[in-house]
C-alpha cells in the first residue's frame, strides 16, 4: 500500500492543503534564553494565585472539574462589574479555545469570515480548519475599521484584535461600536482583548448596547497564566447559552479553574506588574527610537519595530539577536512585516540586555 497516497485520500481537502500555524519558538527545557518573542508576561503569576493552584493539588484531580466553571464566572462578574453575569461569561482552554468554539458555533463550510490585516495569524488558520473562507481588509492608515470594506465582504463573523497584534494600535472603541451596529442582522464581532489590560480602555461597557458583540480575553498575558491555558469570554446570555453546547465537555482543568478564581480574587496583585509593563513598553520605544528603529506607540505588552534603514535587514536582526541569547518575533511570511520586529516587553534588566545587544550589533554590521 502507498501510505501517502491513502493519507491524501483520508484527509479532508481544507487540511491537505493549509499549512498549520506556526507558534513562536519555545525553548528547550534548560536553555537559557532571554524570551521576547511570544508576548509571555515576564513575571509570575502572584503568590495566591500559585498557592491556590498548589492547594487544588490534591486527591480531588480524580473527580472531573466544574464543566462550566460557574464560580469563576461569579468571580469574574463581580470583579469586572459593568452590570455583568455569570451567564454572559464563559471559559475556554486558552482563548484559542473560544475562538475555535465561536467558529463552531457561527460558520458553516463556506462563509465568510473577516478581519484587517495585518492581525492574528492564527485566525485564518482556525477558519480554514472549521471549512470557512477567511477574507481580510487592510487597517485605515491611521490604524481605524475599514467599515466599507469589511461590509462589503457580507462576513458572518468579523474578528477585530484589540490592541491589534502585531501592531500594538488600538482601534477607537465608537468604531467597534459602529460595526456592530452596521452587521447587526447578519454577523457577529469577536473583539480579542488578548492584551486588554494593558490597554488604557476595553469594549465590556460596550456589551449590554450591542447583543452582536462577544468580547474574549486571555490569561496569558497579563494574568502571567500562558502554561495554565485560560481563556475568558464575554457576550449576551443567549449566545453564550449556544456556545456552551459547543464547548468540550470539561474544556477547564480543575487547577486551571482555581488559579483563575484566584487571579480574580486577587485582582489588585497584577496593577503593579502591568504598570511595570507599561512603563518598560515606554522606555524600550524611547531606546529603540533613538537607536534608528521606527516605533508606533503600542498599548500591547510588545512592540513593533521598523528596523534602521540601510543596516541589516529583519530576518538578519533576528538570527542576530537569536545567536547573542535572544528570542524576538519576526513575521518573514507577511510581506508588509518583513522590515518590522516584534518585541515583547520583557523585565528591566532583560529590555536592558536588549539594548545593549543591539548596540553591539549595529556596531558590527
Ligand atoms: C496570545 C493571543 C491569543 C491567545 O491566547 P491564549 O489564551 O494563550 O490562547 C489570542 N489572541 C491574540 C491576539 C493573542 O495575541
Not at 21 to 27: D, I, K, L, S, V
Not at 72 to 101: K, W, Y
Not at 316 to 333: A, D, H, T, V
Request: a negative charge; glycine letters at 8%.
Amino acid at each position: 500500500m502507498d501510505h501517502d497516497m491513502s493519507v491524501q485520500q483520508w484527509v479532508r481537502p481544507e487540511i491537505l492543503a493549509m499549512a498549520g500555524y506556526t507558534p513562536g519558538e519555545q525553548p528547550k527545557p534548560g536553555e537559557q534564553v532571554i524570551k521576547l518573542n511570544t508576548n509571555e508576561n515576564p513575571y509570575g503569576p502572584p503568590e495566591a494565585v500559585k498557592q491556590a493552584m498548589h492547594a487544588a493539588i490534591h486527591d480531588n484531580l480524580r473527580r472531573y472539574p466544574s464543566p462550566d466553571g460557574y464560580g469563576v464566572r461569579e468571580a469574574a462578574a463581580r470583579v469586572l462589574g459593568h452590570g455583568l453575569t455569570p451567564e454572559q461569561i464563559i471559559l475556554g482552554n486558552g482563548s484559542d479555545d473560544l475562538l475555535t468554539m465561536l467558529l463552531r458555533t457561527f460558520i458553516d463550510p463556506g462563509q465568510v469570515v473577516a478581519s484587517m490585516e495585518p492581525t492574528y495569524t492564527l485566525y485564518e488558520a482556525l477558519v480554514t480548519i472549521q471549512g470557512g473562507c477567511y477574507r481580510s481588509v487592510p487597517w485605515q492608515p491611521d490604524g481605524g475599521l475599514p467599515l466599507e470594506g469589511l461590509v462589503a465582504l457580507q462576513p458572518k463573523l468579523i474578528f477585530v484584535t484589540r490592541p491589534n497584534a502585531p501592531t500594538g494600535h488600538v482601534v477607537p472603541l465608537e468604531q467597534v461600536a459602529a460595526l456592530c451596529q452596521a452587521v447587526a442582522q447578519s454577523a457577529v464581532v469577536v473583539l480579542d482583548e488578548a492584551y486588554g489590560d494593558f490597554a488604557e480602555d476595553h469594549g465590556l461597557p460596550l456589551l449590554a448596547a450591542h447583543p452582536n458583540l462577544i468580547i474574549t480575553r486571555s490569561a496569558s498575558k497579563s494574568l502571567s497564566l500562558a502554561g495554565m491555558r485560560i481563556g475568558i469570554g464575554f457576550m449576551h446570555a443567549d449566545v453564550a447559552l449556544q456556545m456552551h453546547k459547543v464547548r468540550d465537555s470539561y474544556n477547564v482543568d480543575r487547577v486551571a479553574q482555581a488559579a483563575l478564581l484566584a487571579a480574580y480574587e486577587n485582582w489588585s496583585d497584577y496593577a503593579p506588574l502591568i504598570a511595570r509593563i507599561k512603563q518598560q513598553r515606554q522606555w524600550t520605544t524611547t531606546q529603540l527610537r533613538k537607536r534608528g528603529f521606527e516605533v508606533k506607540d503600542s498599548y500591547g505588552n510588545f512592540v513593533l519595530a521598523r528596523v534602521p534603514q540601510g543596516g541589516l535587514d529583519g530576518l538578519q536582526w533576528l538570527e542576530s539577536l537569536k545567536k547573542r541569547g535572544i528570542l524576538i518575533r519576526y513575521f518573514g511570511s507577511i510581506p508588509q512585516l518583513s522590515e518590522f520586529l516584534r518585541i515583547t516587553i520583557g523585565t528591566e534588566e532583560e529590555m536592558a540586555l536588549l539594548m545593549t545587544a543591539i548596540d553591539e550589533i549595529m556596531k558590527v554590521a
